[in-house]
Each structure stands twice: as structure tokens, then as C-alpha cells.
Nanobody, 116 residues
Framework: QVQLVESGGGLVQAGGSLRLSCAAS????????MAWYRQAPGKQRELVAL???????NYADSVKGRFTISRDTAKKTLYLQMDSLKPEDAAVYYC??????????WGQGTQVTVSS
């Protein structure tokens, strides 16, 4: 069983930066995709960024050039560096890990609030 624990959320002014972390308790060997999603009040959960097994990354158009997804294999941790934050980036951010064997795990979420 894999547990994911996010941290790093908080309150930041527009234009500021935050770095989210997602620490995995279990093995990340054979991980196919690691991703960040977000969900704002009254909206559907949306993909923010993902990194696949080959190291390729994809970003939502709304965050391209501002957010960067990365991982530290030794620390079993996924990161999301968020720069130039906008009020519309405010949401609960969730870490997601999908394994080649079909395992699909979510973190509990971390709140990001951006003041204008």
C-alpha cells in the first residue's frame, strides 16, 4: 500500500511562489505517472502537471511557463514549483501516482490560497 502526503500549501500574494511536496511512503519503483491535480470550489478536479516514466512532462495551458513538476527518486518525493501565482490558481492541490500494475493513489490534498 502506498500513502502520499502533500505539504507546502498556504497563503501567498499574487505574483509569489510556493513549492508543493508529495512524499510517498511506499516504493515508487514501477511508477508510470506522477501528477498534480487541483480542485477549486465548485469546479471539477483538473490536471495541472504530470511526469511520466520516461521523464516527459505535460502541463495545463493555464500554468505553462509558471509551474514546474519534478521528482527526487532518492527521497521518493514529487514536487510542484509554482511561480507567478495568480488568484485563479487557488485550489486544493492533490498528488497522484499511477503504477504500471494499475495501482492508482491520491494524497489528501493541500490548500493553496492566492490573495490579489
Amino acid at each position: 500500500q502506498v500513502q502520499l502526503v502533500e505539504s507546502g500549501g498556504g497563503l501567498v500574494q499574487a505574483g509569489g511562489s510556493l513549492r508543493l511536496s508529495c512524499a510517498a511512503s511506499g516504493s515508487i519503483f514501477m511508477v508510470n505517472v506522477m501528477a498534480w491535480y487541483r480542485q477549486a470550489p465548485g469546479k471539477q478536479r483538473e490536471l495541472v502537471a504530470l511526469r511520466n516514466l520516461g521523464g516527459s512532462t505535460n502541463y495545463a495551458d493555464s500554468v505553462k511557463g509558471r509551474f514546474t513538476i519534478s521528482r527526487d527518486t532518492a527521497k521518493k518525493t514529487l514536487y510542484l514549483q509554482m511561480d507567478s501565482l495568480k488568484p485563479e490558481d487557488a485550489a486544493v492541490y492533490y498528488c497522484n501516482v499511477r503504477y504500471l500494475n494499475g495501482g492508482n493513489y491520491w494524497g489528501q490534498g493541500t490548500q493553496v490560497t492566492v490573495s490579489s
